[in-house]
């Protein structure tokens, strides 16, 4: 499997099995330099932007905050805090919908600017060489930053290694078309990145890192080897790969470099390697350097659907509509709204959403762009989905399984493995969308599982009840029967006479006594 | 002669000591079938079966005293998984057990309430706050949906509403296909 793909100068490359060569439309953004959104009237700041727990609102409605103030705690280990991405009012604390592809609401705390962005002390951490390991993680969750490549996983927790690292991989591949906006932040903030990953490698402890890149962007290649030149630190190695989608997948890329697989159950860190994406590193660099906590993303909003594709930097909460206007607004025949890319990303039906962390795209497909509603057909098992899988997983198999509701089965053939990267749902002749049922059977899944732990704590309370019913009954019975016995003995006369013998008894001693 | 009998005795207090010693190390604390049974139970503790609660009936199965059709809550699917289990035949779930519907939670009509206690006598999972004369209320995240505190209430006030799907109980959709060329020209 492991082809080897050299480079003329560089170290020697591997392949990860599958995937797809695919056209990538980023031009279309790239043409002019990150944009600054202004502030919107209203930022909607969900509670829940991060794998993990939903962090608890502290904030109070008619409250002021400033930018960069906690507005909401974590509560569970696997969470960050929340911040006030702008100076203003606490207007509400409600459900508004959120970017999800089931279209339903969520906690927000809904914040109205007063346009004056006055923010809180910034604490940074400038003396971080000489920091421990822990206070730069302690710093990097209290800065609320996740990972930004899109699953928005706490960094911090990929902070803490428990196991050695041998390699800290920094992830610039950005292979799902459309999406630039790693790109446009590797040209123009190269050196915040190369700031990033000695701040991380230092958290780490690893030996060195590698910033992997794919090569259709020359531009970011140029701007981060001089940025690199400029450090000088002989531990970090750029890397550029070949342009194959899903590279930018953490297995995938993972296993570009280092040739090997991460377990299937494992994570990268049972092989000694840790991934991040360019924009965490960046982020970091600012929390660090600057003090900045994670308020703005940088955000591609492209497609044809829209008039002026650009990358934006925005606050988090600002509306997708918001963001279209600043980008010229919608194109006459815009078609669908898309989170993400066209791979990999989900529907959205309104555009009253906010920028949340994971969003780093934002793609108004035209009329021409949008695929056709597809007719699908029976599997004809040629077998092409098995042969483009970068998970090396059976597709026509998993389907089948799925179709029949065979959940058992499905679960047992790996369908967790899967990441939805929609090679398979593109190259199947009967197009039919095999993604949306591998999506469908993993919530079928999780949901029976839910259900599961749900009726493990009935049973719980069940037996509990049960047990304290009967250690109250058997405490009334306890009661009664000394009840009795008490009433017994009073009743019967010998008690009566030995109580006046002993009453007689003690008086005469006292008698005696006198 | 001697030496044969000396060998089969030796032989026998040799497995004796192995299989004594296999009973005390190995030993299995309960019945392993009612927990198996009891696992596969959907724990709504709601008595539709005729037993006081999950673990009853599972002991009952297992004592072959009821059969495996008479729990709606776990509804086909539970009872597939029971049939499998116990190696016995599917069979639909009996009508005089009620029939399989979608989940529901209990609610409490606060205003309606009058604090009697009843309900929270009735709860089998203890699901239900309140004290004497004092408002009750229904703790969504424990409700089994058991419908046992409905008939002890004398005004009424308690209602079965579907659970409300959030961001994380959301669900996929499955998508349409079909498994034949016949079948989507049948469907239009």
Known sequence: MAEMRSRPGGPPLHRFPGGLELPDNKAMATTTAIRTAPLPRELVVPLAQHIGDAAKSIAKIGQRVLRGEVIAQPEDAISVPVHSPTSGIVTAIEDRLIPHPSGLTARCVVIEPDGKDDAVEPQPLRDWKNAAPVEIRDHIRAAGIVGLGGAAFPTWVKLDARAPIERLILNGAECEPYISCDDMLMRERANDIVSGALIMLHALQAERCQLAIEDNKPEAEAALRDALATVDDERLELITVPSVYPEGGERQLIQVLTGQEVPHDGLPLDIGVICHNVATAAAVHRAAIHGETLISRVVTVTG?????????????????????????????????????????????????????????????????????????????????????????????????????????????????????????????????????????????????????????????????????????ADAQEGKRRRKQETLEKLKSSDSKKNEIQAALERARKKKEKQ | MLSAVLV??????????????????????????????????????????????CRPYAEAIANNEADINQCPPGGEDGMRALAELLDRDPKPIGAEFGEEKTKML??????????????????????????AKQMHTVIESECTGCELCIAPCPVDCIAMVPPRTTVESWKWPEPETFHSLNEREAHG
């Open chain 1, 304 to 472: 044809r659907g829209v008039t002026q594709p650009a990358n934006v930097e925005a606050r988090i909460g600002t509306s997708f509509h918001d963001l279209i206007e600043f980008c010229g607004g919608y194109a006459e025949d815009v078609a669908r709204l898309i989170m993400g890319g066209p791979m990999m990303g989900f529907a959205v039906s309104s555009d009253d959403i906010p920028l949340i962390k994971a969003t780093n795209c934002i793609l108004a497909g035209s009329a021409t762009e949008a695929v056709p509603a597809r007719v699908t057909l029976p599997c004809i098992r040629c077998g092409e989905c098995a042969q483009v899988c970068p998970a090396t997983l059976l597709p026509q198999t998993l389907y089948a399984f799925t179709r029949a509701r065979d959940f058992e089965k499905v679960q047992a053939y790996d369908v967790f493995d899967c990441i939805e990267c929609g090679c398979c749902d593109l190259v199947c002749p009967s197009q039919i969308p095999l993604v949306s049922h591998f999506r469908f059977a993993k919530t079928e899944i999780r949901g029976k599982e839910m259900e599961r732990s749900k009726a493990d704590l009935a049973r719980q309370r069940f037996e509990f009840r049960q047990s304290r019913l009967q250690r109250e």
């Open chain 2, 8 to 53: 089969i005795a030796l032989l026998a207090l040799a497995f004796g000591l192995l299989l004594g010693f296999a009973a005390v190390k190995f030993r299995v604390e309960g019945d392993p079938v009612v927990e198996r049974i009891d696992a596969l139970l959907p724990q709504t503790q709601c008595g539709q079966c005729g037993f006081p609660g």
């Open chain 2, 106 to 131: 209990a609610i409490i009509d606060e205003e309606t309430c009058i604090g009697c206690t009843l309900c929270i006598q009735a709860c089998p999972v203890d699901a239900i706050l309140g004290a």
